[in-house]
């Protein structure tokens, strides 16, 4: 709930958000080297090669953020809104750049794109945590208001300015402790390797589709049917997380398919 790291020094000030993201991403480069070079069994040279893909993908993560979080704001306003971004924004847009390199780009002998996801996405979410205490910090991303024990008044960023003096929903808190288990449970359960993917898809898209009922942030809008006193559901994030439901439910079962295929040709021979 304060916004910057240190009083200001010199004119300037390092704003706890971008702080908490850079810790978020430094985590992940980090988690994604240890891991491809203890499970994943790559050497250090190609651990470093793919963490330069996942710089460059956290680039290209952040401009589709800013682009598609503008399209679903700019619908809800009806003129050209630009200027925020969002995590499913550039989630989209990061994976698909990041997919793209490794198909392409990433050379690597008997290269398993498959399992390269499954290290990356248990990354993505430590980062992700991370992210989310810079948004308390910063004030954004915020909840509805409410009398319960669990409000908080932001003295502070946007929630200050949307609801002063008023008890709210700490939503980014919420969500980090939510992420930080998830990466304890993804990054040590056994039973779900080499489903890391689709069990992040399932579980995070079932997560956002609940904690989107008591954001009180402007969610932008796509095709809303229920409009109630702070937002317009179903939210365009709702909409993306249903899709991730139902795509990670999808490649569960293709992945299955093809473990028992595998499995069964290795029988045979």
Not at 7 to 17: A, D, N, R
Request: glycine share 10%; charged share 15%; proline share 4%.
């Amino acid at each position: 709930m304060y916004p910057y790291l240190l009083p200001e020094i010199f004119g300037h000030t390092i704003p706890l958000y971008d702080f908490m993201i850079g810790v978020g991403i430094l985590a992940m480069l980090f988690f994604v080297a240890q891991r491809s070079e203890k499970i994943d069994q790559r050497t250090r040279k190609q651990s470093n090669r793919l963490l330069a893909l996942l710089c460059v993908s956290s680039l290209c993560a952040l401009l589709s953020s800013f682009i598609i979080d503008g399209i679903f704001h700019s619908i809800k306003q009806g003129e050209p809104t630009f200027g925020t971004i969002s995590f499913l924004g550039g989630l989209i847009g990061g994976l698909a750049c990041l997919l793209a390199m490794l198909k392409f780009i990433y050379k690597e002998p008997n290269k398993d794109i498959k399992q390269t996801m499954n290290t990356i996405i248990i990354g993505v979410v430590l980062a992700h945590a991370f992210g989310r205490i810079g948004c308390f910090l910063a004030g954004c991303c915020y909840g509805i208001p409410t009398d319960s024990f669990l409000g908080v008044v932001f003295p502070f960023g946007h929630a200050h300015e949307a609801f002063p003096d008023t008890k709210i929903f700490p939503t980014q808190l919420f969500e980090a402790l939510f992420l930080f288990g998830l990466f304890a449970f993804m990054s040590n359960a056994k039973k779900i390797r080499g489903f890391e993917v689709e069990f992040y898809l399932i579980s995070y898209g079932f997560w956002r589709i609940m904690i989107e009922l008591i954001r009180g942030d402007d969610r932008g809008s796509f095709i809303g049917f229920i409009t109630t006193e702070y937002n317009v559901f179903p939210t365009p994030s709702q909409y993306i997380s249903l899709l991730m439901v139902l795509g990670g439910i999808f490649l569960w079962f293709r992945t299955r398919r093809k473990i028992h295929a595998d499995q069964t040709q290795n029988i045979s021979q």
